[in-house]
């Protein structure tokens, strides 16, 4: 039974009580909240997901209302993992962002059996691409052309997965975040896709969340093979162009990307050195035309 | 887990003291069991007791994942701490300043068993009061900076605390915390700081020591219990469980070398206290003996089930069967004591009326600053 | 004057075409060395791994990189640079 086939008066009464647990990209998420917003974007956004019986999640997070005087005027929301704040009060209307974000917060400072890197992740032909870059550079807008138009498989769009056992990459999708101006371009590029309604005014702007496609939802298990790392930069209007860039250079890149790197070490070292060592090397400078940018990125995976 | 639960379903204690219960949980129980562990900060201490006794293959593969995780944050962690040791040892021994290491920084120098699975927000250490300006001078050209704070709270750490506030290294961030006495100064319980001094031992690090183990011990309880900070005593108390477990198992008389020794520094009714709720909490046995030469130190009935009240409610994580009373309310007034102990009735006053109006205020302030 | 690879700690190295990455596991910092460095380094870390002089130093450089043309102050500058981050020490 899949998230979408839950009748609402039922969701919110498992939210309430002992918490809705469900599939969450590989993750089981338990979750209490009384907020019936954050539940709406819920069941739109993880509509494919599966329900859990099993007594057993891997994280069992609350997203609740904040206490105190202020908060009869200002009603706010907090995030929380068993008694662990790792965000402020943010205002009620922000609650399904900051839970999502509550989500990546999660992923990044507990799965240390992975090397976690601050990349989307997308995948064709059983490659993967791998597209690090800062806030802005368009990683989400790419991804999400990517997996809503160009036939890859969704990962990630924030946080790849590397097992330093087997080197391959592990898929987590949930809900791309797309911010501002992406939030139109990706509506008009993508006219069936389906958008969380959009929340004004956080720190990142303005913030609306993009389902996942079901064939990466249903996918989720299958790892991946690096095939390229490629280094995004959205210029508006500038002219494409994609060039080769060092292994030793991208590899300090991909270093200072990732989150754990420091706490696993040497394990870390060498899960880097053979996953930049498997894949090409890339700087991706694209303006405004994303047929051109998925054309340009179905060539790094063509054998 | 609301409410008042059974203290049947405090799981976590239970597999701290026997980790060999472990292979029996089911799933529901496991579930209980993470999120205890997450909840307390102990989740590195009980991946790293099941390691030890290698119990790690029979747990369930989707639980082992967070255990392995755990422990490798654990390990990491203690690597960085040792680094920073040596790293604050190098920039005191050009002043010829040896410094005694406090709290998890000593478990981990001393070797004890309290070091495992720990995590710790920064690194503690005692300097003597007359070398302390040095400390912080040498300190200051080696990277670490005192955190900004306002003056009423510099003025209050410097002037009524027992420690400078807190300092950060400029490129590391590890927060360390210098001591210079090893209680708090004014203090309605006299305690007899200079004796700390005479049994300082050297740890199994070059150029750092560390407290005598029965000392260790003392001061792990004092500020457990006159604190007045409960957000990790649970966490706090398991480490003195394992301490005196370790201690008493390891070194033949060393329960009267304990009680005697708090006895000297005027630390028997602290001692008192701990070892009745680790008795209550994680069944510690203590001699008959040693229990009746601390019994000498037990406060009047009245006190006594007071204290037991607000005690047994902040040191056991909310929802695992702790007491009756309300934690948050039990916690306050923990708090309001720890103060009253620290400091005379007029100071103590000004303190709370300034933590209370004036902190709120400036916190506004910085915040609107903040915005604009 | 020789140097070494530190006894400290491990230091693990990759080699890759632009610079060689270096992670001193001791201290948990990383490297990118290219060039000449890469090339100094590279000699310290060549099996069988051991004490090495100024001259050696001096002559790898010289055949991998024939036109830079280093003068033995040149190789000593990086020596003592990569002996200030931890990755080599003097024998």
Known sequence: MTLVDLPSSELLSRAREYGLVFQAGRFNIRLHTRIPAVLKSLQLMYADQNLVDEPFADFTVRVTRGSGIRCCYHPQSVFSLNGARPFAPLPLAHAFPLLEWGLNWCVSQHCHQYLVIHAAVVEKHGRALILPGLPGSGKSTLSAALTGRGGWRLLSDELTLIDPKTGCVHANPRPISLKNASIERIRSYLPQAVLSPPVHDTVKGTVAHLRPPRESVLAQTNDAIPGAIVFPRFEKGAKLQLSEIGQGDTFMRMADNAFNYSILGAVAFRALTTLVEKSLCREFVYGGDLDSALECMESLVQQ | MKGRAAPAQFVLRDALLNPRMVPTLDLAQWDRLIQQARSTGLLGRLAALLREQDLLEQVPAQVRWHLDSAYTLYRAHSEDILLEVEHITSALRVANIRPVLLKGAAYLAADDRARMGRLFSDVDIFVPREQLNVAEEFLGWQGWQLEPLSGYDERYYRQWMHELPPMVHRTRGIALDVHHS??????????????????????????????????????????????????????????????????????????????????????????????????????????????????????????????????????????????????????????????????????????????????????????????? | MSWRLPESGPILWHAFPDGLVVFNAHRKTTHYLPDAAKAVFGVACTPPTGVHCLPEFHQAVTEALPDAKPTKADILAILEALERQGLLEKA
């Open chain 2, 182 to 372: 090893l209680l708090p100064l004014t203090s309605r319980i006299h305690f007899d700081h200079s004796a700390f001094r005479d049994r300082i031992t050297a740890s199994r690090l070059p150029g750092v020591d560390t407290l005598a183990a029965e000392d260790r011990i003392l001061h792990s309880a004092a500020h457990l219990l006159l604190e007045g900070e409960f957000d990790h005593a649970f966490r706090d108390l398991s480490d003195l469980h394992l301490l005196i477990e370790q201690h008493t198992a390891s070194e033949p008389g060393f329960w009267n070398t304990l009680t005697d020794r708090a006895g000297q520094l005027g630390l028997a009714r602290v001692l008192y206290y701990a070892l009745r709720y680790l008795d209550r909490i994680f069944f510690l046995e203590v001699p008959e003996e040693s229990q009746h030469e601390m019994e000498r130190s037990a406060p009047g009935p009245v006190t006594r089930r007071m204290m037991d009240g607000l005690f047994q409610r902040a040191l056991v994580p909310e929802g695992m069967g702790g007491g009756t009373i309300d934690t948050s309310l039990a916690k306050s007034l923990l708090y309001l004591r720890s103060h009253y102990l620290k400091m005379p009735l007029p100071l103590l006053v000004r303190h709370l009326g300034h933590k209370a109006f004036v902190t709120p205020l400036e916190y506004r302030a910085e915040q609107e600053q903040h915005k604009a």
